[in-house]
């Protein structure tokens, strides 16, 4: 079953063509992994199929409904949710704080009724706070779930800013750079944790990695891309081998 | 600590519902300056209400305005009992709020700031032109609330130009009001929400937070409590003029806000009985108020960035170091 379409998707700034016509589809329950040199249009697709950027042309088909329109938050609320790049966490609040309040979506009640404490609200909350914790055990953040975000080494970091994601009860999850930055170890464990999320909780998940060992141990199938153009996909170990993409990262050779 | 903060609040309502009132019975103008205080108390906490979502207003004495006037042109051209006017003019201005802010909250922090402002001045230059809302001249013998009586039980007692004692309390019990809701918003889900846009709006966001919507709604809620207080403020002063609200007093509103400490439910209210209070002290030296202003907030960013209320965190061990002293009450205090 298709999850995520995306047909012919563009997007111009001025005269630059970040992503330009690029098309593909996720499967549910796929790991996808999307490569391309620095400035090869990865986090613009991302901003794109997440409503952050209207593209300039083109469609994002998500459980077939077409949603280029959508807002960022509406699009979550239907389960198309992605991580960040850089560490993004709410970080004046502790690790449980961040959790709690990415339950948002999960929550019934909204705005002023949340002022009301009504026995249904009661155990909303409970049930919230209940999950929260599950959440953090899962990750391994149990631990230090009273201490406050910005004071956690990265690799807790962004654990949490999975463990935000997850909150919100996701089909699809969109993972920007998961395991940049991290050491060997740090590395391992996202990377086990990643698998996990797909078969523990079957969320189907992209993953835009610079680190190669990592997307290619985790993905199914790949993405290649490079200004802005898709030049190449398939199984990994047809796509390191496509002649295009070892263009890309290596340069081609003066009058080769 | 925590029985430490109860026992203050506890000695705080004692005194300002209690104590204050029976020993200024008769001395109107310290029960005026307590007024004052009340009602700046609260706009200066709808402005930290907007400050818990990431956005600086400068234009909270707009919605104070929209409230007296709704108010005052409520009760004199409709007839409208002031007990009903009172929340008539804090929806009307909650309503303004949630109309006017679709296309302003498209605008965030500075940009966002600087049009409250503009909003606020040209409220006040229209009003000053349109006839049907007094002109220039403003509105004047606005009804007083009026007693309401069940049988022979007074429920709420006359109000009158030389008793300013049921102001007070009503205006105490306004602020209250106020406290009590904010405190539950502080710390119900909302308020994390609120919390969660002012740190990462754009992770808020990706979450699924819908964070135009929330901005709406806590402009709108602050506008509520602004509205009330125009209201209020109309039925007091009985008389009231476009240039009562101007932008000035939207600045002092922050400032206020801002020295007490905004991160505080407790700093725009010490922020602003202390400063009001420091006025009027000061009074043969009055003109030099914008001077010491300004190097009031200027040592407070410098030496104490959370405010005047960041100082509590201290308030435990100085009554620790009096209770070492003295004898029953600080034993008390050393148990806590």
């Known amino acids: 079953m298709t999850i995520l379409e995306v047909k012919d998707l563009t997007k111009r700034f001025g005269g630059l063509v970040a992503v330009n016509e690029v098309d593909f589809v996720v499967e549910k329950g796929m790991i996808l992994g999307i490569i391309g040199p620095n400035g090869a249009g990865k986090t613009t697709l991302y901003n794109l199929v997440t409503g952050v950027f209207r593209p300039t042309k083109g469609k994002v088909i998500f459980k077939g409904e077409n949603v280029t329109h959508l807002s960022t938050h509406r699009r979550a609320a239907k389960g198309l949710v992605r991580t960040f790049q850089t560490t993004s966490l709410f970080h004046e609040m502790t690790v449980l704080q961040n959790v709690l309040v990415a339950h948002y979506l999960f929550r019934n009640s909204k705005g002023l009724g949340q002022l009301i404490a009504t026995p249904s609200f009661h155990k909303e909350d409970a049930k919230v706070k209940k999950r929260a914790v599950e959440i953090l055990d899962y990750l391994g953040l149990s631990a230090v779930k009273n201490e406050l975000a910005k004071s956690l080494p990265h690799g807790h970091q962004r654990a949490l800013g ?82 295009d993409v070892i263009e890309a990262y290596l340069g081609v050779e003066q009058g080769a | 600590m925590k029985n430490f903060r109860l026992l203050a609040i506890i000695v705080l309502l004692v005194l300002f519902v209690l104590v204050i009132p029976i020993l200024f019975r008769n001395d109107n103008y310290i029960l005026h300056v307590f007024i004052m205080a009340s009602e700046i108390s609260i706009v200066a906490l709808t402005v930290r209400l907007m400050y818990i979502t990431g956005e600086f207003t400068f234009g909270q004495v707009a919605f104070v305005m929209f409230g007296a006037y709704s108010s005052a042109l409520l009760a004199t051209k409709a007839g409208v009992p002031f007990w009903v006017a009172l929340p008539m003019a804090g929806i009307l201005s909650a309503l303004f709020a949630l109309v006017i802010g679709f296309p302003v909250l498209r605008l965030k922090g500075t940009y966002f700031a600087i049009l409250t402002l503009i909003i606020a001045e040209v409220m006040c230059q229209a009003a000053r032109v349109w006839d049907f809302v007094g002109g220039d001249t403003g509105l004047e013998n606005l009804p007083r609330p009026d007693a309401i009586h069940i049988g022979t039980f007074t429920l709420i007692p006359e109000f009158t130009a030389i008793d300013k004692l049921p102001y007070y309390y009503l205006i105490a019990f306004l602020l209250i009001l106020t406290i009590v809701v904010f405190r539950r918003i502080d710390r119900s889900p909302l308020g994390a929400t609120f919390r969660a846009i002012q740190q990462n709006d754009t992770l808020a966001a990706s979450i699924g937070i819908n964070v135009r919507w929330h901005r709406i709604l806590v402009f709108s809620i602050s506008a509520f409590f602004c509205g009330l207080v125009g209201s209020f403020y109309a039925h007091y002063m009985t008389v009231f003029y476009p240039r009562s609200f101007s932008v000035w007093d939207s600045i002092t509103y922050v400032l206020y806000a801002f020295l007490g400490g905004i991160g505080y439910l407790g700093g725009p209210i010490l ?66």
């Open chain 1, 162 to 243: 999975i463990a935000l994601a997850l909150a919100t009860e996701p089909t699809l999850l969109l993972l920007d750079e998961p395991v940049t930055g991290m050491n060997e170890v740090e590395t391992a464990t996202m990377m086990s944790l990643i698998k996990r999320l797909r078969d523990d909780m079957g969320i189907t998940i992209v993953v835009v990695e610079h680190n190669m060992r990592a997307v290619m141990g985790l993905s199914e199938y790949i993405i290649a891309l490079n200004f802005g153009t898709k030049i190449a996909e398939g199984a990994p170990d047809t796509v390191v081998k496509n002649r």
């Open chain 2, 271 to 336: 922020g602003s009985f202390g400063m009001i209070w420091l006025w009027e002290f000061m009074h043969p030296i009055q003109k030099f108020q914008p001077m010491i202003f300004a190097g009031a907030i200027v040592m407070v960013i410098l030496f104490l960035p959370g405010g005047l209320f960041s100082l509590e965190k201290f308030l435990p061990s100085v009554a620790a170091q009096i209770g070492k002293m003295s004898g029953p009450l600080g034993k008390k205090l050393r148990r806590n």
